[in-house]
């Protein structure tokens, strides 16, 4: 069993972030995984950079997982952290569901990682599991590797059969952080997608989800809500059997309204906020409640609409 | 030696015991011994029985379990007694993580973690050989709300190994994170006391009962633990439970053939749990465990004690009452309250404290009492489903306390989806033979139409409305072709009539190994539901066969009649009838018609990807070739008829799947296309071609075990696995015909003699008296 760790820039490289990510990623000594830099086309490595990504031990835009049984891919992106432990826990998981989608519980990067946790430990203090924990630890939770393995203590997952839940919907069919079986990989569709990760799950009879946190990242609607939008629409609903074609365009509503109230809180530059809001008009479809939002948006401009929303 | 594996068997569960002893050649350890108490004799010097374990065979003094248990007790030599039953099984790593956990103290009452299945063990381990998952459990068979959704993830030893600081792990730690599990100690000693005080899964210290001679009760046969358990958890200071489910319960789906101790009809099943539990209490000297346990006593009477006692809480006017002996009952549950702890009978709610006070100053029995907090808890079950239910109550209080209503009868098709089957042929008799004489109520769905709402005498009631509460209590005939709801009461004087709806193809109840069906307790539902059919109508001697033992339904109370619904197909008039049919659904008569009714396959055999709502029969190859001679009547479920687009083939393709009365499309139709579906029998009557069209016959394999029929030998017509055999076929319809002729005619002698055309004539006569038909 092999895991492909797949790393794609959120805008232009960071490699601040890279090399971080890579040392949490190395740190690990889990055997079986291969890392690989998917750069766009756009950019390049200086010649000092792909020195140290050949020190590092990590390929450039040479990811082909192979179509094989047992393996798993997961796209990361460079912004984003992998906690101590995650490969090894993600190992447990993939040995006994070998062929499943494995969905990630994730911190986010934007808040304080030390601050999620003891939220996370404390939220949590009445498992049974973590007072059992506390029963045989001999450290105080105030040590950081007490916090880590308190949280570990908690790690559990389950097997998902919903796969038209449409509130679980964005944590399945994101592009970064889910670890998709390479056999269920379509080789047409772009290897970092939401359409890629979509044709998983469809494909498959359940997915896996791993509750505790094991990374962290920046949610996409977030982060880059424009390039969030282009995955969206990147998935052909023309293609959707009857199934999930209603689930999957109910969906996509959804998370017009969600990244029209994200999108206002978050910095975004008066253009792309523009440019937002007359993409998410263009993609309205069916009955929207008068007073949201997306209600709001069908009646007016864009413009007008970043001035009231932004 | 590790562990003693204590097994109590009856004669009767000798092939579950086999397959218990194939599970623990499984296990990942073997450093067990498995003492089997049973009084037939085993050889076990078969080689069956030589396993890479030791086992021994006990016998005992006595027939109960608590006795069973004792002598097993007595001759184990583990250090770790370990309960399981032999109708149970264990997941294949279970006594290798209790023995991983560092340190297991002597005083842990140490536990495999019970999950609780109806699925047997055998279908689990076919399901398994399929598509081996490696943590799959079985169906899960507890409360939905209980249901177990998350799985720990042990870590291993290199995760470990990435602990920044140099502090070293304490190794209980370190071996908590590889072998997780959940420890009840301190304060929190008593928490998950129900799961505690449960015998099977746990595991023991041996020395711990041997040392304090701990035993069962020999003299209590339902419930010879509670005794013992409670000793040892007095004993013992912590209560540890493995994370992850283990211990596999298997409870009894056929509690009429094989009922599990807890299932075995009882009359003093209360008498002898409250002499358990007076034994245990009296015996218990720690205080929190006292508590605990009474609490938890109390807890059982509160919740089922009132319900077994009261009277016309779901019966018109007996006394249902399952319990034998009240009165002793009252004085038993009297002296046992003497015992309880009071701050336990404090906490309970108010109307159930004063019952129990009341009985616990003197032995009296509460009667009314008991039957207001029974009749209150119904009540607020209905205001808590904003009163979802509330005609069904008035069912039970009211309704069925009304005078029967002589000449009533109400019928119900297919739970009141259509009006349809025998039920519409008994009616179309009584109304053309006895006009007048009866009053005839149709139960309905809502929006159903072709209701025979406007016919004379007859009135159309909404299932499950006030009005069908109403007419189900006091109509003096019922004229049902499925099942009556679950609470219906039989009331004296009244008649039941059950059409049934088909000559059975599939296993039905009593056949069947594993019930797949919403409630597992299927097989006792039905049981006690068919015993209220006054008759049963059947269609063949095969049919009368089948039932006898799918349904355990006696003999002497079969109508060999014949189908009432199937006299169309016999009727001197069917071809006037099926020229006026087709004129009704605007097929030209010159046309020839195919008929085409699938089964509908769930997902058991299809995966959810599978693009399941299309027709594998190639529609537009047959309009091609065919669409000159003959039209496409379809048939299908209403799923793959709702995405089923038919307006590209034009006046090809007839839509008939919400079509009230399959019988009338038989009569229409030249030939018909089926699967695996029970229409043929019909079908065969008119003694036309039948063609399978069987695309998916190696997948469904697994499932044509489960029929009475060898689809290969036993049928009418050809099975035809593509398209292109199909449509030879209905290109030579007569060759087909000639081939099959011997086949059909053992077929039809087989299954449809009894179809003459008057079957409903011999129904009627059977089922009504003659006073009520004058």
Redesign the interface.
Known sequence: MHVFVNIVPQNQLDWACLSTLVGELT????ADASFNLQLPADQALTPEQQDQVVAWGLTVNQLQPTLTPHNYLINLRETDHVL??AL??WA??M???TGSPISLAAFDSSEDLDAQIMAYVADHQES??Q???R?????SID???ER??TL??L????VQTN?QNIRQMTQRIRPTGILLPTELLTPTLPLVSAAQAFAVL????DIVR??VPTIQRSMWAEATPIAWLDELTQVDTAQL???WQPAYTDYVQHQLNFLLTTASRKQLSKQAHTTLMTRIKQLIIGPTHRWSRLGLLQLISPRLAHQLFY | MKFSIITPCQPAELSQLLELRQNLVNQTTHDFEWLIALNTPLDLTTPDWQLPFAVHQVSFDGSTLGAARNAAMATAVGDWLVFVDSDDYLTANALAEVSAIQPLSADTLADLYQYPTYEPHTSFVASQEQAP???SLPKWGGPKRRQL????????E??L?????D?Q??P??A???QH??????GD?RWAQFNRQLKITGKVIDRRLVQDNQLVFDTSNALYPDYAFLTQVMARTSSYLRL?DPTYIRVKHNDPINQPSVHQLEAPDRWQQRLAAWHTSLANISDEGLHLAFSRYCLNRIHRYLYMALATGATVDDDDTSTISNVPQLITQLHDFLQLVDAEALGEISMLSRHILNKIRRQPVYPHHAINRIVHLRQLGRVIKHRGRGITRLSYMWWFTKLPIKPKTILYESFLGRNFSDSPKAVYNYLQANYPGQFKHVWISNPGVTGMPDKRPNTIVVKRFGWRYMYYLATAKFQVINMRQPKWFVKRPSTKFLATWHGTPLKHLVFDMDNVASANPLYKQIFFQQSRQWDYLVTANQFSVDVFEHAFMYPVEKMLKSGYPRNDILSAPDRDARARQIKEQLGIPQDKKIILYAPTWRDDDYY???D?K?TLKLDINRLRRELCDEYVLVLRTHYFITE?LDTTGFGDFVYNESSYDDIAELYLISDVLITDYSSVFFDYAILKRPILYFVYDYEKYGSVLRGFYLDMEKDLPGPLLKTNDDVLAALHNLPQVTRDYAAAYQTFSQRFNVWEDGHATQRVVDAFFDQDDLK
Do not use: E
């Not at chain 1, 740190?27 to 889990?30: D, E, R, T």
């Not at chain 1, 790690?155 to 389950?158: L, V």
């Not at chain 1, 469809?202 to 009879?205: K, V």
């Not at chain 2, 997780?180 to 100690?185: E, F, I, L, W």
């Open positions: 740190s690990q000594h889990f101590p432990g090894h826990q447990q998981v040995a006994k569901h049974g599991l007072q059992t924990y029963q045989v630890a001999t450290a040590d950081p590797d880590l393995l570990w203590s790690q559990s997952y389950s796969l469809r494909q498959g009879t791993l509750h059997d009857v199934m | 998952i490696a943590d959704k998350n799985r720990a993830v042990n870590l291993n290199a995760m190994n990435q602990l920044s600081s502090q792990l304490a209980v730690a071996n908590w994170l997780k599990y959940v420890r009840c100690t929190d994370a995966g959810v990807g693009y709502f995405h």
